[in-house]
């Protein structure tokens, strides 16, 4: 995907101005409330037209203010699932999706309906109506509506904050097989960076209708203006991990790091019901990871893991250590213990963290 977007869009009280170029298939929109999350998607869209600006997606000109062209929103070619979802309430499911196709020429249609309804598992959904489905069940609807418009690129405006998390578990494994399958690019809007992680580690960060950065959330940590709203959220770790083995008589389940399974250090969590093989993303927070210059005897840590630190960001109260222990993880230690550790980019740590510190937040299957 190549997109290009230089646009600005000014209301009473608020303007949104951009310059961006974004090529990731996948990337996260994230931004607090209010930032123009919502409003930079329905400029793509052409919900909305920008007061002056220009939107380029794969040589396709969506927009040009300068040229007077505007594309209207049916001959964009882009899929978008709303924050409310918007399936329509006087038609059933196999209607609500077939509207979707219906507005491709059958020459132009890139996906099989029977393949979009397996791939979400709707067929059970398909005579029922929007108003005998679960939250989850309507997410999933929208999103094969929209990719069975054959869309150029798939918008996604926050469609899971009305999903509480039991739901998300259930959501994220279609998301990513959407992602996976289909080959769809995609913008995702999130206030919840969380949510982003669970599809991909590259962000487009915005604030009061202006990007603050792109890249990786790892990368983009090192920005004194991005950090902060990175913690506010509640700054996080995202290991994917695969079971290995189960000690029932322990309590404790044995992972490796995923696609480094001849060489990954053995991890330690709480029994789970994961068969072996399994791909579990499990959330570990910085403030729960300690750092030690040895490994230490005697106490009941399960997980001690050595690495490498290969990134220090300094804050008001705190040191963000990113350590590579084979997968890139994230520490907060104080500005004392950095001095007194003598811990520097290049410094060999010990990465130390319980087993109840591993909290799951969804799993793939094996196969």
């Known amino acids: 995907m190549n997109l290009e977007i230089q646009a ?29 999350k919502t409003t930079l998607l329905h400029l793509l869209a052409g919900l909305i037209k920008p007061d002056a600006g220009r939107i380029v997606l794969d040589g396709h000109v969506l927009c040009d203010t300068a040229r007077n062209t505007f594309c209207p929103p049916n001959q964009r070619y882009l899929g978008m699932v709303f924050q409310d979802l918007c399936l329509f309430p006087h038609l059933n499911v196999k209607a609500n999706l077939t509207y979707g196709e219906r507005l491709v020429p059958p020459g132009a249609r890139r996906f099989k309906f029977e393949d979009v309804i397996g791939m979400l598992e709707l067929e059970p959904l398909l005579a029922r109506w929007p108003a005998q489905l679960s939250g989850g069940e309507r997410q999933r609807v929208a999103l094969g509506r929209a990719i069975l418009s054959s869309p150029r690129l798939l918008l996604l405006d926050e469609p899971m904050t009305s999903l509480d998390r039991r739901l998300k578990k259930q959501i994220i494994p279609f998301l990513r097989r959407v992602r996976d399958t289909t080959q769809i690019p995609m913008l995702y809007v999130s206030h919840d960076s969380r949510d982003i992680l669970d599809l991909t580690e590259q962000f487009l960060v915005m604030e009061a209708g202006s990007v603050l950065g792109h890249g990786t959330r790892l990368d983009l940590a090192e920005n004194p203006r991005i950090l902060p709203l990175l913690q506010e959220d509640g700054l996080t770790n995202t290991i994917p991990l695969v079971v290995t083995q189960h000690l029932a008589e322990e309590g404790m389940t044995r992972f490796c790091l995923q696609d480094r399974s001849t060489d990954s250090p053995s991890i330690s969590g709480l029994l789970m019901d994961a068969p072996m093989g399994t791909v579990v993303d499990m959330e570990l927070r910085p403030e729960d990871v300690v750092l030690s210059l040895s490994q230490i005897e005697g106490v009941s840590l399960q997980n001690q893991i050595q690495g490498r630190v290969v990134r220090l960001t300094a804050t008001a109260t705190r040191e963000i250590c990113v350590v590579d222990i084979g997968t890139p993880i994230i520490a907060e230690i104080t500005h004392a213990a950095r001095q007194r550790l003598r811990i520097e980019t290049g410094s060999t740590v010990w990465c130390l963290f319980k087993a109840c510190a591993l909290r799951e937040r969804t799993r793939t299957l094996p196969g």
């Open 8 to 36: 600005r869009f000014v209301r009473q009280h608020f303007t949104l101005d951009v310059d961006i170029r974004v090529t990731e298939s996948v990337t996260g929109i994230f931004g607090p409330s209010g930032s123009g």
